[in-house]
């Protein structure tokens, strides 16, 4: 399964990354990864690449052939869209951030023609990152809720004991609790969706 992971520094692009790819190998999987940084600590784009199954040759995807991408914004979603296979999946947290050109100005409706965009190409999941994160207090917690969103798809091959041990191993005893809230929230919320699809 290969996972494009695209956001902008800051927003935990390689952490969340970084869990999927330890949980997949808490489940025995050979694991390979990428990452392309650019200017993501002045809040520039940031991709990583993940790449699991029984036995990985290269940590690099190529155009085209992506399973899934997480978008951890609109526009960023769309800016990695052309690395996704044709009705692969796009989890998309539904923020959109203006990017840093002066004068620029994005109306609503370009952000649902971005949509739209994503929309032709695969199976969207919208997440609602920013709304789940406060209910639970912490807004630090968005790229957990992606991750369980991400979690949530039938065609991950990872138990989610094995993602919830792998964000155990990974952060402070103190952030946990509300981390492993946030987890199971994103994965309640494509699974709803799915399921509402379904009927």
Same mark, same amino acid.
Request: hydrophobic share 45%; proline share 3%; net charge neutral.
């Given at each position: 399964?290969?996972?494009?992971?695209?956001?902008?520094?800051?927003?935990?692009?390689i952490?969340?990354?970084?869990i999927?790819?330890?949980?997949a @190998?808490?489940?025995?999987?050979?694991?390979?990864?990428?990452?392309i940084?650019?200017m993501a600590?002045?809040?520039?784009?940031?991709?990583? +690449?993940?790449r699991?199954?029984?036995?990985?040759e290269?940590?690099? @995807?190529?155009? =085209?052939?992506?399973?899934?991408?997480?978008?951890?914004?609109?526009?960023?979603?769309a800016?990695?869209?052309?690395?996704?296979?044709?009705?692969?999946d796009?989890i998309? $947290?539904?923020?959109y951030?203006?990017?840093?050109?002066?004068?620029? $100005?994005?109306?609503?409706?370009?952000i649902d023609e971005?949509?739209?965009?994503?929309r032709?190409?695969?199976?969207?999941?919208?997440?609602?990152?920013?709304?789940i994160?406060?209910?639970?207090? $912490?807004?630090?917690?968005v790229?957990?809720?992606?991750? =369980?969103?991400?979690?949530a798809?039938?065609e991950?091959?990872?138990?989610?004991?094995?993602?919830?041990?792998?964000?155990? =191993?990974?952060?402070?005893e103190? +952030?946990? $609790?509300?981390?492993l809230?946030?987890?199971?929230?994103g994965?309640?919320s494509v699974?709803?969706?799915t399921?509402e699809?379904?009927m």
């Amino acid at each position: 399964m290969d996972t494009v992971f695209s956001g902008v520094g800051g927003q935990g692009v390689i952490v969340l990354s970084d869990i999927f790819c330890e949980a997949a @190998i808490l489940e025995g999987f050979d694991v390979a990864k990428a990452e392309i940084h650019g200017m993501a600590q002045r809040g520039g784009s940031i991709v990583a +690449y993940a790449r699991i199954a029984d036995k990985v040759e290269s940590p690099l @995807i190529e155009t =085209g052939k992506a399973d899934v991408l997480v978008g951890f914004e609109i526009l960023e979603a769309a800016r990695a869209l052309s690395m996704l296979r044709r009705g692969g999946d796009v989890i998309v $947290n539904m923020k959109y951030i203006q990017p840093c050109i002066s004068g620029l $100005n994005v109306k609503p409706k370009k952000i649902d023609e971005l949509m739209q965009i994503l929309r032709e190409k695969g199976k969207v999941h919208e997440v609602y990152g920013a709304g789940i994160a406060e209910k639970l207090g $912490n807004l630090l917690v968005v790229n957990t809720i992606l991750l =369980g969103a991400l979690s949530a798809l039938p065609e991950v091959p990872v138990k989610a004991e094995s993602f919830k041990q792998a964000i155990a =191993g990974r952060l402070k005893e103190k +952030y946990l $609790n509300v981390n492993l809230k946030a987890f199971q929230a994103g994965r309640d919320s494509v699974q709803s969706s799915t399921a509402e699809n379904a009927m």
